[in-house]
Every structure is written in structure tokens, then in C-alpha cells.
């Protein structure tokens, strides 16, 4: 493969993946589950989930009622063949249990971002164009500030994970 | 040039700059000074040094802390085929610890820094020629 390919496939990779948080931080999870491969992996903050449907509940369950942004920087796609690549970044992510963006007048108060995490994805490409199939986050830097309710709601699910794994 | 070659410049340049931090916050220094040009010329954090031996030995600072170089707003201007620079913001967030068992607590980022880059294409590709910085904000640790 030449550079020129690959940096098309650099380009479509981020393009999934800030479509992807756009549509989470805007509460269109259908639109952001449908980035993912069906049999896609997750773990992200602590978090098991497997395939497309227990991602899109997750999503549902663990951040309508809130307001979260995630602010995806240093993205750096590895080219593995025609069909696969990989991806590195870092989440900075910003986050408020108390209301949803889309319910009040103003800004929200904050403190600053909620944790720093690094960011490694998965990507395969399809009869739909690219999709993640995996995505994993670890917690680097993380305030004393607001616990995510995806966390609680996982928690109850049975489906955390070990941070340190 | 037409613009076409401008952009593939600016995008293997800004994939330099970002391989580069990923090196040095996973402590993979041997990796992030084959970014640099062998006669790189270094003038950040107060420190200025010549050469990829001596940027190298400066990365023992990072010892015993965990670094995230939060890298945004990155602007290439190709100079020509072969030279380009760089400005971006470097958002540093630096505690001490690891994050082993669970994440490292803090507040906010340790500085916020303008940085700028020069780069020059060789037979390995782009390769970080110089490095400077600008401080702009920096947290008051009492």
C-alpha cells in the first residue's frame, strides 16, 4: 500500500471516530452504536460491554440524563492492511450528572475535565465503511469530581472491569 | 507545489507531532528521538539542547511522574517539498505516581503552552528538526 492510501485510511478512521463521539455527546446513540462492527468490543471506564445492542444500552442507560463531552485529541492511526487499522488518543472528558445539555439555558458549572484517559481503537472496513470493531480506554488522571452514571449503572449490571486490567 | 502536496505535508507532519507525544507519555524514548533529526536543536522547559543524545538524557525528569502532552490547534505552513513548521497548544497534565492499581487524581493541567516545531523530510521520513515553547499559563502549586 502507498502513504497516499494510506492516509486516506488515516482520514475515514478519525472521521468515525469524532462522528462517533459527536453523536454520543448528543444523545443520538443509534447513530453512534451503528459506528461499531455488530460483534464489536468495549471496554472504556472501567467497563465490559460486548456487541453493537449491549453498547447502545449502555449508551442509553449510562448517560442520557447527564451532560458529557469528550474532547478527543493526539490521534494517531496505524494502517495495519487494507481492511484493518488502529488508532490511539486521548479522552479528555468533561461531565455532569445534573442535567442534559439539551434541558437547560446556559452553561453547566465544572471544575474542569472529568479524567484524562488514554484511548486505543480497533477499526475493520465493511460493505458500510469503517466501523470499530473494539474499542479500550484506561483512566490516567481523574478529578475527585462527579462519579458517571455509566459506571453505576454498570456496576449493577455486573459488567466493570478491573482498571488495572 | 499545488495544494494537494501542501496537505499530505501538513498531515504527515501533524502525524509526527502526535507519534512523538505518544512515545514520550508511554516512556518510549528510544522511539520518540527517531522522531528528531539526528542534529535536533530543543529549547523547552527552560532547557536547550543540540542533539538526540541530549534530549534523550532530559527524559530521566519524567521518572517518577505521568505525563499527558494534551496536543491541540496544530497549524503546518509548508515552507517547501523538503522543510515545514508548526504551531500548536500543548495542554500538559503531570502528576506524580502511577496510574497502576487506579487513576492518579488532579485537578487540572499542570501548563498550557504554546509550542512551535520545525521538520525536515529525510530518506526516514519527516523528522522533528527543532522544538521551541512559549509558557502561557502554569499551575500554582503553592
Given at each position: 500500500?502507498?502513504?497516499?492510501?494510506?492516509?486516506l485510511?488515516?482520514?475515514?478512521?478519525?472521521?468515525v471516530?469524532?462522528?462517533?463521539?459527536k453523536?454520543?455527546?448528543?444523545?443520538?446513540?443509534?447513530?453512534?452504536?451503528?459506528?461499531?462492527?455488530?460483534?464489536?468490543?468495549?471496554?472504556v471506564?472501567?467497563?465490559?460491554?460486548?456487541?453493537?445492542?449491549q453498547?447502545?444500552?449502555g449508551?442509553y442507560?449510562?448517560?442520557?440524563?447527564?451532560?458529557?463531552?469528550?474532547?478527543?485529541?493526539?490521534?494517531?492511526?496505524?494502517?495495519?492492511?487494507?481492511?484493518?487499522?488502529?488508532?490511539?488518543?486521548?479522552?479528555?472528558?468533561?461531565?455532569?450528572?445534573?442535567?442534559?445539555?439539551d434541558a437547560?439555558?446556559?452553561?453547566?458549572?465544572?471544575?474542569?475535565p472529568?479524567?484524562?484517559?488514554?484511548?486505543?481503537?480497533?477499526?475493520?472496513?465493511?460493505?458500510?465503511?469503517?466501523?470499530?470493531?473494539?474499542?479500550?480506554?484506561?483512566?490516567?488522571f481523574?478529578?475527585?469530581?462527579?462519579?458517571?452514571?455509566?459506571?453505576?449503572?454498570?456496576?449493577?449490571e455486573?459488567?466493570?472491569?478491573?482498571?488495572?486490567? | 507545489?499545488?495544494?494537494?502536496?501542501?496537505?499530505?505535508?501538513?498531515?504527515?507532519?501533524?502525524?509526527?507531532?502526535?507519534?512523538?507525544?505518544?512515545?514520550?507519555?508511554?516512556?518510549?524514548?528510544?522511539?520518540?528521538?527517531?522522531?528528531?533529526?539526528?542534529?535536533?536543536?530543543?529549547?523547552?522547559?527552560?532547557?536547550?539542547?543540540?542533539?538526540?543524545?541530549?534530549?534523550?538524557g532530559?527524559?530521566?525528569?519524567?521518572?517518577?511522574s505521568?505525563i499527558?502532552?494534551?496536543l491541540?490547534?496544530?497549524?503546518?505552513?509548508?515552507?517547501?517539498?523538503?522543510?515545514?513548521?508548526?504551531?500548536?497548544?500543548?495542554?500538559?497534565?503531570?502528576?506524580?505516581?502511577?496510574?497502576?492499581?487506579?487513576?492518579?487524581?488532579?485537578?487540572?493541567?499542570?501548563?498550557?503552552?504554546?509550542?512551535?516545531?520545525?521538520?525536515?523530510?529525510?530518506?526516514?521520513?519527516?523528522?522533528?528538526?527543532?522544538?521551541?515553547s512559549?509558557?502561557?499559563?502554569?499551575?500554582?502549586?503553592?
Amino acid at each position: 500500500m502507498d502513504r497516499q492510501q494510506e492516509r486516506l485510511i488515516e482520514w475515514a478512521c478519525q472521521k468515525v471516530m469524532r462522528q462517533y463521539y459527536k453523536h454520543v455527546d448528543q444523545y443520538e446513540y443509534e447513530d453512534a452504536a451503528a459506528l461499531f462492527t455488530e460483534d464489536a468490543t468495549w471496554k472504556v471506564m472501567g467497563v465490559d460491554l460486548k456487541g453493537r445492542d449491549q453498547i447502545l444500552k449502555g449508551l442509553y442507560e449510562g448517560l442520557q440524563s447527564g451532560t458529557i463531552r469528550h474532547v478527543l485529541t493526539n490521534t494517531v492511526v496505524t494502517v495495519i492492511d487494507d481492511d484493518h487499522a488502529e488508532a490511539r488518543s486521548y479522552n479528555n472528558i468533561y461531565y455532569s450528572p445534573r442535567a442534559r445539555s439539551d434541558a437547560v439555558e446556559g452553561a453547566l458549572p465544572f471544575d474542569g475535565p472529568n479524567r484524562i484517559s488514554d484511548h486505543y481503537a480497533s477499526f475493520a472496513r465493511t460493505d458500510e465503511g469503517w466501523k470499530m470493531s473494539r474499542r479500550v480506554g484506561r483512566v490516567i488522571f481523574r478529578s475527585k469530581g462527579e462519579e458517571l452514571a455509566l459506571e453505576t449503572w454498570a456496576g449493577k449490571e455486573g459488567l466493570l472491569l478491573d482498571q488495572s486490567s | 507545489m499545488d495544494r494537494e502536496q501542501e496537505r499530505e505535508i501538513e498531515w504527515d507532519c501533524q502525524k509526527v507531532l502526535r507519534q512523538y507525544y505518544h512515545h514520550v507519555d508511554q516512556r518510549e524514548y528510544d522511539e520518540a528521538v527517531l522522531l528528531f533529526t539526528p542534529d535536533v536543536h530543543w529549547v523547552v522547559m527552560g532547557l536547550d539542547l543540540h542533539g538526540r543524545e541530549a534530549v534523550r538524557g532530559s527524559f530521566g525528569g519524567l521518572a517518577d511522574s505521568t505525563i499527558r502532552h494534551v496536543l491541540t490547534n496544530t497549524v503546518v505552513t509548508v515552507i517547501d517539498e523538503n522543510n515545514a513548521e508548526t504551531i500548536s497548544y500543548n495542554s500538559i497534565y503531570c502528576e506524580k505516581g502511577f496510574p497502576d492499581d487506579r487513576p492518579i487524581p488532579f485537578k487540572a493541567p499542570d501548563r498550557l503552552g504554546t509550542q512551535h516545531a520545525k521538520l525536515k523530510r529525510t530518506d526516514e521520513g519527516w523528522r522533528i528538526s527543532e522544538r521551541g515553547s512559549s509558557p502561557g499559563f502554569k499551575q500554582d502549586r503553592g
